[in-house]
C-alpha cells in the first residue's frame, strides 16, 4: 500500500479501525476518529451506520458468513471485515455489492496480510450468494437471507 492511500480518507478504514482498537468503546471514539481521518460529512453518516450495524448484528452477520467458512474464525481482523462486508451486501442498500466487497478488502489490507485471500473468497461467494436470492421485502434487509450454502 502506497503512502498517498494511506492520506486518502477511508470511511471503512476508520470503522475498522474503531473495531479493532480496544482501548475504549468504538461509539465513543466515532467523532474523534472522523474527525481525524477528515471525513466529509456523507461518509461520516455512512460510517456511522456500518459501525453501528457491525456492532448490533455482530451474532447475525457471523451467522451469515460461518458456514461459508472451513475453519472457525479466530482472527479479530478477519471477523471484523468479515463482519463489515457482510453487512454491506445483506443490509444496506444504498451501497453497490462491489464496493461493498472491494472497498472492505482494500480498507482492511493492512490488517489481513496473509489472510486477505481467504477474506476475499469468502465475501466473493457471499456476494454471489446475496445476487442469487430473492429481494427481501422489509426494511431491515435488501435481501431475503437463508443461511448456509
Same mark, same amino acid.
Given at each position: 500500500?502506497?503512502?498517498?492511500?494511506?492520506?486518502?480518507?477511508?470511511? #471503512?478504514? *476508520?470503522?475498522?479501525?474503531?473495531?479493532?482498537? /480496544?482501548?475504549?468503546?468504538?461509539?465513543?471514539? +466515532?467523532?474523534?476518529? $472522523?474527525?481525524?481521518? !477528515?471525513?466529509?460529512? #456523507?461518509?461520516? !453518516?455512512?460510517? /456511522?451506520?456500518?459501525?453501528?450495524?457491525?456492532?448490533? #448484528?455482530?451474532?447475525?452477520?457471523?451467522?451469515?458468513?460461518?458456514?461459508?467458512?472451513?475453519?472457525?474464525?479466530?482472527?479479530? @481482523? $478477519? /471477523?471484523?471485515?468479515? =463482519?463489515?462486508?457482510?453487512?454491506?451486501? %445483506? +443490509?444496506?442498500?444504498?451501497?453497490?455489492?462491489? @464496493?461493498?466487497?472491494?472497498? *472492505?478488502?482494500?480498507?482492511?489490507?493492512?490488517?489481513?496480510?496473509? /489472510?486477505?485471500? %481467504? *477474506?476475499?473468497?469468502?465475501?466473493?461467494?457471499?456476494?454471489?450468494?446475496?445476487?442469487?436470492?430473492?429481494? %427481501?421485502?422489509?426494511? %431491515?434487509? =435488501?435481501?431475503?437471507?437463508? $443461511?448456509? =450454502?
Amino acid at each position: 500500500m502506497s503512502n498517498q492511500d494511506d492520506r486518502k480518507p477511508d470511511l #471503512r478504514r *476508520t470503522v475498522l479501525e474503531l473495531l479493532l482498537d /480496544r482501548s475504549d468503546y468504538p461509539t465513543r471514539r +466515532f467523532s474523534a476518529a $472522523v474527525q481525524a481521518a !477528515g471525513l466529509e460529512a #456523507r461518509d461520516r !453518516g455512512l460510517a /456511522r451506520e456500518l459501525l453501528g450495524g457491525v456492532l448490533r #448484528r455482530a451474532v447475525q452477520l457471523d451467522a451469515i458468513y460461518e458456514p461459508y467458512c472451513k475453519k472457525r474464525v479466530t482472527d479479530e @481482523a $478477519v /471477523r471484523w471485515t468479515l =463482519r463489515l462486508g457482510t453487512l454491506q451486501l %445483506f +443490509f444496506r442498500s444504498n451501497v453497490p455489492e462491489h @464496493a461493498a466487497v472491494h472497498a *472492505t478488502i482494500q480498507a482492511a489490507l493492512r490488517y489481513l496480510r496473509e /489472510r486477505t485471500g %481467504f *477474506t476475499h473468497a469468502v465475501l466473493r461467494s457471499l456476494q454471489r450468494k446475496s445476487k442469487a436470492e430473492e429481494p %427481501f421485502s422489509t426494511e %431491515f434487509s =435488501r435481501r431475503r437471507l437463508t $443461511v448456509g =450454502r
